[in-house]
């Protein structure tokens, strides 16, 4: 049988049309060669006959040929791409299918080259075919055979790498790609061969050869496909180019984390290193945010040109490349860009500027930019964003690229802006709530006392924790007031609600009581007088006319104040008597000397400006060292609802409690029984009693008689003597003369003279009578009236106050010397 014929037999046999048959024995050592095997190789059957197979594609897929015999023997054959070499030395892709020869002696195997079309038994379609079909559809497709080499590969594959389809044929996915991760698609691809399950939409991000600076995006869908019998022959593949949505994707991401992570807060520094971390990873290397200086302040925003035009602005966000998230810098370091720099043009202009590669033209302000690192060689990219507000530039952000990373774009400039925009809006709410926070800061340091005044009645020490951590303003306040005789108010209040608003108020209501304590009231007819105060102006001002501030119409709010608490308490040390009244506030709590904790029984008066019966006051009488603990409701409440017995308690163990001296005692209170964030403001005013050593009193009861003057003044001026105060006799003897005359004169009854030395020196009055006396102004002519006149120039101070039988006019002098 000729060489023609046993072709035909054996492609008949095999069911191998149009294919260059050989036979292999089971060494892969070629028996049987063909015409067309020679056609297709280039190898006579002399040269064929004898040889090895691998010898044969010594310069092409060689190596593969004895793992591909092995499967054979294992699998009962094989299908897939050998990548072979003519004779002649040029390059054939050949499709190749081996099956088991069912011949006498049974070890061979039957080998069918395929040519260049590809037609072969388990393969359906020719290449010619495929290329009709999807030769130019847009989406890259390719098939690889179970080795996961290319077979075959439309055009449109080439726009991801790997070049023309014919390059690609018998190479692998990592030849054409080596810049990918390789991995983990082959991974994809051996999981679709051993499973036959389709995988749809994996997405992949790399760099493509052809673009190394770029990130691309595809999305690959892979299916087995099968011979007749089921086998696995290979994989069909498509990819799609999604760069352009995952870009959208990533910015919509980069926005959404600026928008959950900046402007937590109302702190500049913290907001601008919230830009700075946020930015770092998903849009920028390295990143830098440098406000003015007025910023930090809560000013108006104002470029300061300094030396050669040069411009100093504060680093207060920063993120260098690889380094972690920082924490806000309390003082942040100054950087100077020189004139004429992007970023002195960027607060110039408000546009944005940026480079692809910063060339060496920028050494002047390049230290400036954020820190890249030394392994990163090259120019970098960098944007500098003008950091915008309400049409006010408040800064610059420098974003900056490593060489190696794909230089800024237009659309990245677009990005930055809206992601430092939105940051600048959270950075010009800090600067305008720190502008806002410091005037009300001011405004409650000037409402609330500096420092409590000095006075011999009682030691004291107070604390205040507002509810409002963020502005540190409140409404409830303290206060301590010198009242004649050596006696003091202890007053403490609370108006409803938090911030500018209930401190404005407070201020009011401190005001009015200080006025009303210098009237030397007793304590139930200053809250009655306080709340008159508040029920009047809270009708005024509610139905009062709209006022135009800053053009913002506004109406005036006096009822801020309706509701508030006060608690009033008038201490004597001359004889240890405690009176207080209660509008709307808790009672105070008594410590006695021994320790021992009790609560006064007040009677409650309706909070101010709310109405109600006769505020009623009690009067007690304290031992010394008694400590009288004053505190607003807060102190007791330790939640929305709280119950009076049994935060009395909690706050009568505090009290037990010993402590070296009355500011710790009184801080320890606080730290016990109020958290760091109360739920309501807190105030607490303690007071140590003291009392007045009886030799620092002097009293002498005196008849209504005229001649008892003279008597009243030699008494007077012994016991000045006596206390070594002889510089004040004359004074003293005057305002003696001129007050005792005037009791005897003018009212009725016993009259009472008193002497208390001090911090300064009181002299007191006391009659029957119920008016009190006026200062006059009498005419050069009058022979009268300059008796009040000569008192109130000779000493420091002098009033009336009333008592329950009669009065007592007094005068007080400064222990250094007369008034002049």
């Not at 030395?89 to 195997?109: C, H, K, L, N, Y």
């Not at 411009?311 to 690889?322: D, E, H, K, S, T």
């Not at 301590?480 to 050596?486: A, D, H, N, Q, V």
Request: aromatic share 4%; with cysteine; hydrophobic share 40%.
């Amino acid at each position: 049988m000729g060489r023609q014929d046993e072709d035909g037999v054996a492609r008949r046999r095999f069911d191998v049309a149009d294919a260059a048959p050989l036979l292999l024995d089971a060494r892969g050592v070629v028996t049987g060669w063909t015409r067309d095997a020679e056609r297709l190789l280039g190898y006579p059957a002399a040269e064929a006959v004898g040889k090895d197979l691998a010898g044969l594609l010594a310069h092409g897929d060689s190596g593969r040929v004895p793992g591909v015999l092995e499967r054979c023997r294992r699998d009962g054959g094989w299908a897939g791409l050998l990548s072979a070499r003519r004779r002649d030395g040029q390059p054939v892709p050949v499709m190749a299918r081996i099956t088991s020869a069912d011949e006498p002696g049974g070890p061979a195997r039957w080998l069918v080259l395929l040519n260049d079309r590809g037609d072969a038994p388990g393969w359906s379609m020719s290449r010619t075919v495929l290329e009709q079909m999807v030769g130019d559809s847009p989406i890259g497709i390719a098939i690889v055979d179970t080795d996961l080499r290319f077979v075959w590969s439309n055009t449109a594959l080439s726009r991801f790498g790997g070049g023309p389809p014919e390059d690609r044929l018998g190479l692998r996915f990592a030849d054409v790609q080596p810049g990918l991760d390789a991995d983990a698609v082959e991974a994809q691809m051996r999981h679709v061969l051993e499973s036959g399950e389709t995988v749809v939409g994996y997405e992949h991000v790399g760099r493509v050869r052809a673009a190394p600076h770029q990130e691309t995006a595809h999305m690959l869908s892979f299916t087995r496909l099968d011979d007749e019998h089921g086998r696995p022959m290979g994989v069909y593949y498509t990819v799609m180019d999604i760069t352009d949505r995952h870009r959208a994707r990533q910015r919509l991401a980069l926005l959404d984390r600026a928008g959950r992570r900046i402007g937590r807060s109302l702190d500049i520094a913290r907001t601008a290193q919230e830009l700075a971390d946020v930015a770092v990873s998903g849009f920028a290397d390295a990143v830098a945010v440098d406000l003015l200086e007025a910023v930090l302040r809560g000013a108006e925003p104002a470029v300061a040109h300094g030396e050669g035009g040069a411009v100093a602005l504060r680093r207060v966000g920063r993120r260098p490349a690889g380094g972690p998230e920082a924490a806000a810098d309390a003082d942040p370091p100054v950087v100077t860009f020189p004139a004429g720099s992007p970023p002195v043009g960027c607060l110039a202009t408000g546009r944005a500027w940026r480079v692809e590669r910063l060339g060496p033209d920028a050494g002047e302000w390049r230290p400036a930019l954020p820190t890249l690192g030394e392994e990163h060689v090259g120019p970098p990219s960098v944007l500098v964003v003008p950091v915008r507000a309400r049409g006010t530039t408040l800064g610059v952000t420098t974003f900056v690229r490593r060489p190696a990373q794909e230089p800024f774009g237009e659309d990245d400039v677009a990005l930055a802006e809206d992601l430092v925009s939105r940051a600048a809006v959270c950075v010009d709410n800090a600067r305008r709530y720190t502008r806002e926070r410091d005037a009300a800061l001011v405004l409650q340091r000037s409402l609330l006392p500096h420092r409590l005044p000095e006075q011999d009645a009682v030691e004291v020490a107070a604390c205040y924790r507002p509810a409002d951590a963020l502005t540190g303003l409140g409404g409830d306040w303290y206060d301590l007031i010198p009242l004649s005789g050596g006696r003091v108010a202890l007053v403490v209040g609370e108006v409803p609600g938090h911030g500018i608003d209930a401190a404005a108020a407070m201020g009011r209501l401190r005001t009015a009581v200080r006025t009303l304590a210098a009237l030397d009231l007793p304590p139930e007819e200053v809250l009655a007088h306080l709340d008159d105060l508040v029920a009047r102006t809270a009708r005024e001002e509610g139905a009062g006319p709209e006022v135009v501030v800053d053009g913002t119409d506004t109406v005036a709010d006096g009822t801020e104040a309706v509701g508030s608490g006060c608690l009033y308490v008038v201490y004597d040390p001359v004889d240890g008597r405690c009176a207080m009244a209660a509008a709307g506030h808790p009672a105070p709590a008594i410590v006695l000397p021994d320790g021992t904790v009790s609560f006064v029984d007040l009677p409650q008066g309706s909070p101010l400006g709310a109405g109600g019966p006769p505020f009623e006051s009690t009067e007690l009488r304290l031992p010394p060292d008694t400590t009288i603990a004053l505190h607003t409701d807060g102190l007791l409440a330790h939640g929305e609802e709280w119950a009076l017995d049994t935060d009395r308690e909690r706050l009568r163990r505090a009290l037990e409690r010993q402590a070296p001296s009355l500011e710790l005692r009184c801080r320890t209170v606080i730290d016990t029984l109020v958290p760091d964030r109360p739920h309501d403001d807190v105030a607490l005013l303690m007071a140590r009693t003291r009392r007045l050593s009886p030799d620092r009193v002097a009293q002498w009861e005196l008849p209504a008689d005229p001649a008892a003057v003279a008597e009243a003044r030699k008494a007077a001026s012994r016991r000045l003597a006596d206390w070594g105060l002889t510089e004040l006799s004359f004074t003293t003897e005057l305002v003696v003369s001129e007050l005792v005359t005037n009791a005897i004169r003018y009212a009725t009854g016993p009259v009472r003279l008193r002497l208390i030395r001090e911090r300064a020196l009181v002299c007191e009055v006391h009659d029957g009578g119920a008016t009190a006396p006026h200062l006059r102004h009498p005419r050069t002519t009058d022979e009268g009236g300059r008796g009040l006149l000569l008192v109130s120039q000779v000493t420091r101070r002098w009033g009336t106050r009333f008592v329950p039988d009669g009065k007592i006019i007094w005068a007080e002098q400064s222990l250094s010397g007369p008034e002049v």
